[in-house]
């Protein structure tokens, strides 16, 4: 199973980003898919995550209100809407897919490449 994540870009403090997660193989019912981002020399950390058959959703608290995560069943392909960046969003985001919900890395085993945000003040 290939990831492909796209979106990223160069925004404003306060502007907006959506990011785009396209898994190559058939996302099941039972499968979580999230968003993790990363700096340089921290580690990878959870933002969002979806349950792909409930759609029910989990967010890390610093990015909870501003950003929505999301998923097109139909199209297979899940999203990440980013509103009211800040300059501490700035990563590399990676998406990402696991058998079952969880806000650790390690626990998901697909992964994309990571698209990278960075946001002026």
């Known amino acids: 199973v290939q990831l492909q994540a796209s979106g990223g870009g160069l925004v404003q403090t306060g502007g907006s980003l959506r990011l785009s997660c396209a898994p190559s193989?058939?996302?099941?019912?039972?499968?979580?898919m999230g968003w993790f981002r990363q700096v340089p020399g921290k580690e990878r950390d959870f933002v969002a995550a979806?349950?792909?058959?409930?759609?029910?959703?989990y967010y890390a608290n610093s990015v909870k209100g501003r950003f929505t995560i999301s998923r097109d069943s139909a199209e297979n392909k899940m999203y990440l809407q980013m509103n009211s960046l800040k300059p501490d969003d700035s990563a590399v985001y990676y998406c990402?897919?696991?058998?079952?919900?969880?806000?650790?890395?390690?626990?998901?085993?697909?992964w994309g490449q990571g698209t990278l945000v960075t946001v002026s003040s």
């Open positions: 979806i349950r792909w058959g409930t759609g029910m959703t």
């Open positions: 990402a897919r696991a058998r079952g919900y969880s806000t650790i890395w390690r626990e998901y085993d697909y």
């Open positions: 193989g058939r996302t099941y019912s039972s499968h979580v």
